[in-house]
């Protein structure tokens, strides 16, 4: 009787483990998915809708994230009846229906504008599983993932299914991200015949531009299983990685093993420029703290830098296996400690007749315990120099090579380990923003924002809009340039719009090297009566916002008084294209209401 009460108590918390299950809300999200009227993805339930949806992330389709969203309760989305979840559904992707699963590709623009996702959980097997499946033709920017754990579960797949899987994106083809950044990522691959990438897993064409990756990956691949921190497998095409940084640790039980790159293949053509990897790597054989393997003869490495730590046979403190295909190396540096049998400080030549070109190029032959640039091959490369810790430390073995440390490197204590940098690297923001916030005020709307930290920063741009869609700048401020205290800023909009209105403000912040970031979203509301006609953005290009308190008779008149169009138009917003007027002066004119519009 005992043991039956044990065996009933075990039923019912194995019942209630997946009754507990959550079922996702699904919303559909505002928009025609046009460029200048996208999809508007604001919460969780309208990024399950685009899972969903592959019409709506076609090719052609524009999509803008328009908030933060927590992902935290996918982490309990569809019970696999063994007491475990599968998660969010992976955006694009294979035919698996499991976990409401949809087949498609996705080939849309994505907008993050800057907002996160923050937990997301996904459990899926045995290939294309990322937050996005399979891309082609995809433009992906300005979106952060913060704590996202994705685990690839399924060791039955065979060789003819070898694709990829990743954080970010699994399977890319004519793929462009930039701006991405995974903080505090999780990836787990126990998948046979599975390539493994922190942001992207395996593909073609790609360029990505200022990501980076803050992750800790651990693979378990029962047969293969190349992985980097960054790409996983560069299979075919031309791929070019600018200003893309890893951090964090990555160790498997099989080969081909990398901090940034796991393999290239033999015809790619792949360009690696200012990119750096602070990952300490741990696997079977063939490691190296950048590449696991560089199996080609076009790619090539340009100011660049390793400093994690390799432990694996066969492994060298920049890259691994080689063949006697030659790639170039270009200002390149490794400086972490190097462990295993028949390992290199900076690479393992597998052939004596290695045709790799070096220029300018070191490896830490003191920290990294190794003397020998190629452990045992017999391959010795001009261009490529041992040096001491204390001097891979010194500004002046670097500068003495021609380096550039006035716009592409830097060096100072207790940065990278005291040793060379690339400038605006990702791995630090260049503000750190403490609020932003909007207040009515008789003056108008007063904005103030405050930061506890800045680098390299130029100004602020102060923008505002009503639809959150079209933004009109209204005024910069300077900012402080470089600062570890805080810093107090305001602006006043001595005009914001009234009548029932949401005014929308953001900051767009600007670098002195031109990147840029912005703000989080803050709005007010006017009450009080205001002009029936709003008209805006004024000057307008492409097309004109007309706001109308309600139903009116509106008409555009040129300087000549002639009518060049005319309508009646609804209560609230109404978009009028101008495209097929010449730029000038006009008027907007109601019964009541007179405007003057600039057409640029």
């Not at 025609?32 to 969903?52: E, K």
């Not at 300490?280 to 490691?287: D, G, P, R, S, T």
Request: glycine fraction near 12%.
């Amino acid at each position: 009787m005992k043991y039956r009460h044990i065996f009933l108590l075990f039923s019912l918390l194995f019942k209630l483990s997946t009754t507990f299950s959550q079922t996702p809300t699904s919303t559909q999200p505002s928009g025609t998915g046009t460029v200048n009227d996208p999809y508007l993805i604001s919460s969780l339930a309208n990024l399950y809708f685009l899972s969903q949806n592959p019409s709506y992330y076609a090719s052609g389709k524009f999509i803008k994230q328009t908030a933060n969203i927590d992902a935290s309760e996918t982490s309990s989305w569809f019970s696999d009846g063994s007491g475990g979840y599968y998660g969010f559904p992976i955006i694009g992707g294979d035919s698996r229906s499991v976990g409401n699963h949809v087949y498609g590709t996705f080939a849309a623009t994505y907008d993050g504008q800057g907002y996160n996702i923050r937990n997301l959980y996904i459990r899926r097997g045995c290939h294309y599983v990322a937050l996005f499946g399979h891309c082609f033709g995809a433009t992906i920017k300005n979106l952060n993932l913060i704590n996202p754990n994705v685990n690839v579960t399924n060791t039955s797949c065979g060789s003819a299914n070898y694709q990829g899987n990743a954080i970010f994106i699994a399977a890319f083809g004519n793929t462009t991200i930039q701006n991405i950044r995974i903080t505090n990522g999780i990836l787990q691959g126990n998948s046979a015949y599975g390539y493994f990438g922190g942001m992207l897993g395996r593909g073609g064409t790609v360029t990505a531009t200022d990501c980076t990756v803050e992750a800790t990956i651990n693979l378990s691949s029962s047969s293969a299983g190349k992985g980097g921190g960054f790409l996983g497998y560069s299979a075919s095409g031309t791929a070019s990685m600018t200003n893309c940084f890893t951090k964090g640790s990555i160790t498997s039980n099989q080969s081909y093993i990398g901090g940034f790159l796991g393999s290239i293949a033999l015809g790619s053509n792949n360009s690696f420029t200012k990119c750096g990897s602070q990952m300490n790597v741990n696997a079977l054989q063939y490691a190296g703290g950048f590449a696991g393997e560089v199996y080609d003869n076009n790619s090539t490495f340009t100011d660049c830098y390793s400093t994690g730590n390799v432990t694996a046979n066969y492994s060298g403190g920049f890259y691994a296996y080689s063949s006697y295909f030659g790639s170039t190396f270009s200002r390149c540096y490794s400086s972490g400690i190097v462990s295993g049998t028949n390992s290199g400080g900076f690479g393992y030549s597998g052939y004596s007749y290695n045709t790799h070109i070096f220029s300018n190029c070191f490896w830490d032959n003191q920290n990294s315990t190794i003397t020998s640039p190629f452990g045992t091959s017999s391959f010795a490369a001009t261009g490529l120099t041992g040096k001491t810790t204390t001097q891979m430390q010194d500004i002046s073995t670097f500068t003495d090579a021609s380096w550039n440390f006035t716009t592409i490197w830097n060096i100072q204590n207790g940065t990278n380990g005291n040793y060379p940098f690339i400038r605006n690297n990702g791995s630090t923001l260049p503000v750190t923003w403490l609020f932003f916030t909007a207040e009515k005020q008789a003056a108008g709307a007063l904005l103030k924002w405050s930061t506890a930290s800045e680098q390299n920063t130029k100004d602020f741009e102060v923008q505002h809009s009503t639809n959150t869609l079209s933004w009109t700048p209204l005024g910069t401020v300077t900012a402080a340039g470089n600062s570890t205290t805080i810093q107090q800023y305001s602006f006043t909009h001595a005009t914001p719009f009234k009548g029932n209105v949401y005014n929308y403000y953001r900051i767009l912040q600007r670098d002195l090297d031109g990147k840029f970031s912005y703000s989080k979203i803050a709005s007010l509301i006017y009450d009080e009566p205001g002009p029936d006609v709003f008209v805006y953005p004024n000057p307008a290009t492409g097309a004109v916002t007309i706001y109308i308190s309600e139903s009116k008779d509106v008409r555009l008149i040129n300087v000549a008084g002639a009518t060049v169009w005319k309508g009646t138009l609804s209560a609230g917003r109404n978009q009028i294209p101008l495209t097929h007027l010449a730029k000038g002066v006009y008027w907007v004119v109601t019964e009541n209401y007179k405007k003057q519009l600039l057409i640029q």
